[in-house]
């Protein structure tokens, strides 16, 4: 089983903290939970099917809970396909939508009223038309990269980490999650290495497959863990393929360090972990935790 968390200081081994603890990376609690906990289970890693005509019953996409995709060779006609949404307006970041309601970006190709254009900078970049602005759809953060500006500095609780550079609100998209696609076969052997050297970039993504920041990915690994968490991820389907997007779990500010919780419970807990709750105490662990809420210079 890969670890889930990382410690990148030796430094932080001098601190004790009851929750806090330096990360290299954003951890899965999916894939811990998956044979035990049915919220929690992995998405399916979706491949197109190749029926002609309508899908049937032994259609791949129906046998593995999935709708059809635009990238299925069945026929458009086909009861099985995703529809997309026909929501009105800036409607699409609500549970009325269908798409944000199945964890989807709204996809242009197929929702009635959501649409991309080319904006006025002639740099040819996917933006917003001038003339359609009170209608954009809310619900294409990744398929559009509209992220916020995340800074990289030496963290308040240990090591490095990542901070926002403007404030954001809570549910705010803050940014994608990125690394290398690799197998769970190979995410396993890493993992046994990550162990040892007390630090892991492995996120879980889909039954198939994991994401590992470790050699490629963006300053959003460097976020720290807090049971307290000013953020949080979520899976979501786009254009065919899961992503990892990270939300604000409430009002940020600009500057503040950015947290996950990485969902460990007693008998998942590393042992680098162990011996941070061990030495901690809570009253350390919620002042630090203030500190690092404090505004700092970050590096770009």
Not at 87 to 92: E, G, L, M, N
Request: net charge positive; hydrophobic share 25%; proline share 3%.
């Amino acid at each position: 089983m890969p670890s889930k968390s990382r410690s990148m200081s030796r430094k932080s081994k001098s601190k004790k903290f009851k929750y806090s603890s330096k990360s290299c990376g954003l951890p899965s609690k999916w894939k811990r939970r998956r044979n035990t906990d049915e919220k929690n289970k992995l998405e399916k890693h979706y491949t197109p099917c190749e029926c002609e005509g309508a899908c049937g019953k032994q259609c791949p996409c129906r046998l593995n809970g999935f709708c059809c995709e635009k990238y299925c060779g069945c026929s458009k006609l086909c009861k099985n396909r995703f529809g997309g949404c026909q929501c009105t307006k800036s409607q699409c970041r609500s549970r009325h939508c269908p798409c944000f309601a199945a964890s989807r970006d709204c996809d242009p190709d197929v929702c009635r009223n959501c649409w991309v254009s080319c904006g006025d900078g002639g740099d040819g970049d996917l933006g917003e038309s001038s003339y359609r602005g009170e209608d954009q759809c809310e619900n294409m953060m990744i398929l559009l990269r509209k992220q916020q500006k995340i800074l990289w500095a030496r963290s308040d609780v240990a090591g490095w980490g990542a901070f926002l550079k403007a404030p954001a609100n809570k549910n705010d998209f803050l940014g994608e999650y990125t690394g290398e696609v690799i197998s769970h076969i190979e995410a396993d052997k890493r993992g046994k290495f990550y162990d040892r050297v007390d630090f892991s970039y492995l996120f879980n993504l889909n039954d198939t497959y994991c994401l590992d920041a470790f050699r490629k990915g963006n300053k959003l690994k460097f976020a720290n863990h807090a049971s307290k968490a000013n953020c949080y991820g979520k899976i979501v389907f786009v254009n065919g393929d899961h992503h990892v997007a990270i939300f604000a779990k409430e009002r940020i500010e600009a500057g503040e360090e950015l947290f996950f919780d990485y969902g460990y419970d007693e008998d998942s807990r590393p042992p680098w972990l162990h011996r941070l709750l061990d030495d901690g105490s809570k009253e350390d662990d919620d002042a630090t935790f203030s500190q690092a809420k404090a505004k700092k210079h970050c590096s770009r």
